[in-house]
């Protein structure tokens, strides 16, 4: 077609863009390097087992729960007789002590009996301080005193059942209970034994031996058969018949002139 003269042909001419990009490639060769350096680890393979092997892995495992199961019925059985001992009974008091339960004080502790056990104790105390004082002890007491608590002392000693109660649980307090203290009852029940410096028993008759504050202190236990627990029914103490034989003393100034 022809072109008429003054006129100009209109071309358009359009440019295409080309975008690299630069970051998914970086990101596409760091992938690929990875995956280069994951091809070269040694890569972990099972060992393979025979079926004879696993019959032995398999008779191993069941040696294994057999042991296991042994020693739980072992531990059982021991501890099923332990609670029947008199170290056990000691672990019951030294509880109910800590706890203040009175009520299961008096089922492990014949207050009565260990009050009668502490009569001729306290009665050869109050014999031995006739003597001059000795420097640093306590004072010696009057003859007349002496004679009035070693006539007495059957009635004065039973007199103070409250006080040599809460003197004998002191006692045990101190020297069992705090040893085991902040450990469960388990715990604690099967280390009493080991608080206490000697455990004896023939038949029903046992002794404790341990030491409260550093002085000796024997508990002879008993059978209960009704409570299927030993019963503290006797106590040796050269301190506490010592402590019981001054506050006697004390009370009864008016002798003593």
């Known amino acids: 077609m022809p072109t008429l ?3 100009k042909s209109k071309k358009v001419t359009r440019r295409s863009r080309f975008v690299v990009d630069v970051d998914g490639m970086r990101r596409a060769d760091e992938e690929r390097r990875e995956q280069q350096r994951a091809s070269r680890r040694p890569r972990f393979r099972a060992p393979h087992v025979s079926p004879r092997g696993r019959r032995r892995l398999a008779i191993f495992a069941g040696a294994l729960g057999l042991v296991a199961l042994g020693l739980v019925v072992i ?3 021991w501890y099923s007789g332990y609670r029947s001992s008199p170290a056990y009974s ?3 008091l030294a509880d109910a002590a800590q706890k203040n339960d009175r009520r299961a004080v008096d089922a492990l502790l014949d207050v009565d009996g260990v009050t009668r056990s502490l009569v001729p104790q306290v009665k050869a105390k109050v014999a031995e301080r006739g003597a001059a004082a000795v420097e640093g002890g306590p004072p010696p007491i009057p003859v007349q005193v002496r004679r009035y608590v070693e006539q007495n002392a ?3 000693v039973p007199g103070a059942r409250d006080a040599v109660r809460e003197a004998v ?3 045990i307090t101190r020297g069992v209970a705090d040893k085991v203290d902040g450990y469960p009852f388990f715990v604690a029940a099967v280390a009493a034994s080991f608080a206490a410096d000697e455990v004896r028993a023939e038949g029903d008759v046992a002794s404790v031996s341990f030491k409260q504050d ?3 202190v024997e508990l002879v236990m008993q059978r209960s058969g009704d409570l299927g627990h030993w019963r503290v029914v006797s106590v040796k103490s050269d301190e506490l018949a010592g402590r019981i034989a001054d506050n006697l003393a004390r009370g009864l100034p008016a002798l003593g002139r």
Do not use: N, Q
Request: proline letters at 11%.
């Open 214 to 216: 550093g002085r000796p």
């Open 154 to 156: 059957g009635v004065l």
């Open 5 to 7: 003269p003054g006129d």
């Open 75 to 77: 531990g059982y059985s």
């Open 169 to 171: 649980v002191g006692s």
């Open 90 to 92: 000691l672990a019951l």
